[in-house]
């Protein structure tokens, strides 16, 4: 091979390089700016006990080991087992008007306390506390999981006043694919992405239970954490956050 076709194909090379790195979203590469966090203690009253039929099958039911939603007894979605639903982070997230936004997380408050449970023909509402240490000194903020049926989806309307940013961990299920264009439609397995700014409320991602789940608002920074053991860490840049489960389960069980 002669000396020009070696340099041609070094420079093609490089190109090619560079280019996969200029065009592979910073969601992919190690660092996305997504801090890991942990739940911890779920703990539910009596009266906050107990599930809530919103019509045509569908429930949604909360417990010692967490929330369930369900259609005709088949699991839509659950939140992770036995840990806290909710947790309420104090910060902020740089570059949220961009593809790679970065948190910094000035503290957790990482265990959740139901109290209470009102439930109507249209809606079921939780009420709670979200709790952690501050600077050595115990904090607590207000908790307020709403539910209701749109449709074929179970809506939710998670709210925490007080707080930067809301993470709901929820029970790990295989076969995690996005949906285009709010996350990449592929296997997400293992790592951590960052939501299309604007784009995946009603709508981000899919898997082996068949339904659908979109991430709201919008206008917050968003993201999907898969790194943690046994769970699925959804992150919202707001104290409000809109949670939608859509269609029919296939499997069954926790």
Partial sequence: ???SMVALAISLTAALALGLWTWVPPLLRQDIGMTPVTPSRLTVDPAATGTATLGGGYTVGLNQSGFRYAKDDLPMLDTVTRGSPVVALLGQVSGATTSSPREEIDAVLDRSHF??????R????????VEGEV???RV?????WQVHLVGDTIETLLTVPGADAVVVPVDWRPAVTGIAPALPARNLRLRAWWFARGLGEEAAYEW???TIVGLGPPSAARGIDLRGDGRIDLHVWSPAVRLRVTGLPQAAGR
């Fill in 115 to 120: 109290t209470d449970l009102a439930v109507t």
């Fill in 1 to 3: 091979m002669s000396r």
């Fill in 140 to 144: 607590s903020l207000p908790l307020r």
């Fill in 122 to 129: 249209e809606e079921a509402v939780w009420i709670g506390v």
């Fill in 208 to 210: 082996v239970l068949g």
């Fill in 135 to 137: 600077d050595g000194r």
